[in-house]
Nanobody
Framework: QVQLVESGGGLVQAGGSLRLSCAASGRTFSNYRMAWFREAPGKERNIVAAIDGSGTNTVYADFVKGRFTISRDNAKNTGYLQMNSLKPEDTAVYYC???????????WGQGTQVTVSS
């Protein structure tokens, strides 16, 4: 099992930046694919970006391409989501998640609130 704890959320003005962190513990972090999801009030949870265990391959949702960057530092057992050019519609609770081999993410953090004011 792996435990995940997010941090770095907060209130920012439109056009600003935030960096979210996801601290992992419990297992060898590099063995796990990691992703960031977000859930806005009244909406379903959507994947934002994902990264493989080595950090070599990444994928992004269309609505964040060119603005967000996912990365990881396996030596620190930490994943990141750098968010630039934030928009009010990026307001949501952001979750990090991990999976060992399944396409479904089995391990989740508690979430961190990101609020973008216009």
């Amino acid at each position: 099992q792996v435990q995940l704890v997010e941090s770095g959320g907060g209130l920012v003005q439109a056009g600003g930046s935030l960096r979210l962190s996801c601290a992992a513990s419990g297992r060898t972090f590099s063995n796990y694919r990691m992703a960031w999801f977000r859930e806005a009030p009244g909406k379903e949870r959507n994947i934002v970006a994902a990264i493989d265990g080595s950090g070599t391959n990444t994928v992004y949702a269309d609505f964040v391409k060119g603005r967000f960057t996912i990365s990881r530092d396996n030596a620190k057992n930490t994943g990141y989501l750098q968010m630039n050019s934030l928009k009010p519609e990026d307001t949501a609770v952001y979750y990090c998640a991990a999976t060992y081999a399944s396409r479904q993410y089995a391990y989740w953090g508690q979430g961190t609130q990101v609020t973008v004011s216009s």
